[in-house]
């Protein structure tokens, strides 16, 4: 298929509508032009949003059906088990806003702390109190060590003074007793220096 593409487009003799034709009968059936591929695509989209909503009214006359046929005990049953999912749903929800309140002190990415958040959170929202906090107090005591240990390898890293005779103000008569090569460095370095011994 390729070589024989390839041919086609090559060819030099075909003008560019010969060429298309020539590269539609290679493709055949395989041909699908823009519109009807357009065409295609929207008819399936159409198709799978009536049977969703179809689906979905067929859930809801289910879901009607089996609550008819449920004696008044059950019926009351289902209620109180709604309640109580419900309730149970508010607890997480309040849990939530609870841990979030505490771990963004600490936790700045979006979404990092809405896993978090998410992961900690139940029914109990003392419980998911002190988990938010304990996490606080981790991921801070984490902090605190990792920032001690830069700042105690940055204070090993820097250079310590040197003191004793470097330090003090060098003198004719220091300068003198240096061989040549130190007082050319010192001449270089300290070029102010150097012109106060001299001057």
Known sequence: ?????????????????????????????????????????????????????????????IEGYKNSQLTDDQKKQKELDDIANTKKDLAIERSQIQAEKILSKVVTDDKELASLVKGISSEDIEATKVLAQNLVDTITKQKEATEAKIREELINDTPKPTGGEQDKPMTKEAFLKLGYNEQVKFKIENPEGYKQLFN
């Open 1 to 61: 298929m390729d070589e024989e593409l390839g041919n086609v487009l090559d060819n030099t003799e075909l003008d560019s509508k010969a060429k298309a034709e020539a590269i539609k009968k290679l493709i055949g059936d395989n041909y699908v032009p823009t519109k009807k591929y357009s065409d295609d695509v929207t008819t399936v989209k159409n198709e799978n949003k009536q049977l969703k909503t179809s689906i979905k009214e067929k859930d809801t006359e």
